[in-house]
């Protein structure tokens, strides 16, 4: 089994910025995109950035220029670091990899969420 632990959430002030952390706990199995999804109240869970285990990058447009998805895969975590916050960046942050147990066809695993919070 997976498991994916998210941390480093919390309250920020508009124009702040905040470093999401995941560790993968997965032995085992290899891993392989791993990313960030958000869900504000009211609405559904939408992919923030992705990351390839090849280093290939994926970005929602409204996150563009002020987030950065990396990974180091020595510790099995994916990081997301959040620059330049807005309030409309306020959600419950997921992270999600997908990751195979030998030849098997692979799953996506999710996180338990963390709040990311951003008013003044």
């Known amino acids: 089994q997976v498991q994916l632990v998210e941390s480093g959430g919390g309250l920020v002030q508009p124009g702040g910025s905040l470093r999401l952390s995941c560790a993968a706990s997965?032995?085992?199995?290899?891993?392989?995109?791993m990313g960030w999804y958000r869900q504000a109240p009211g609405n559904q869970r939408v992919l923030v950035a992705a990351?390839?285990?090849?280093?290939?990058?994926n970005y929602a447009d409204s996150v563009k220029g002020r987030f950065t998805i990396s990974r180091d895969d020595a510790k099995n975590t994916v990081y997301l670091q959040m620059n330049s916050l807005k309030p409309e960046d306020t959600a419950v942050y997921y992270c999600?990899?997908?990751?195979?147990?030998?030849?098997?066809?692979?799953?996506?695993?999710w996180g338990q969420g963390i709040q990311v919070t951003v008013s003044s």
């Open positions: 997965a032995r085992g199995f290899s891993i392989y995109t």
């Open positions: 990351v390839t285990s090849g280093g290939s990058t």
């Open positions: 999600n990899a997908f990751a195979r147990l030998g030849i098997s066809s692979g799953s996506y695993y």
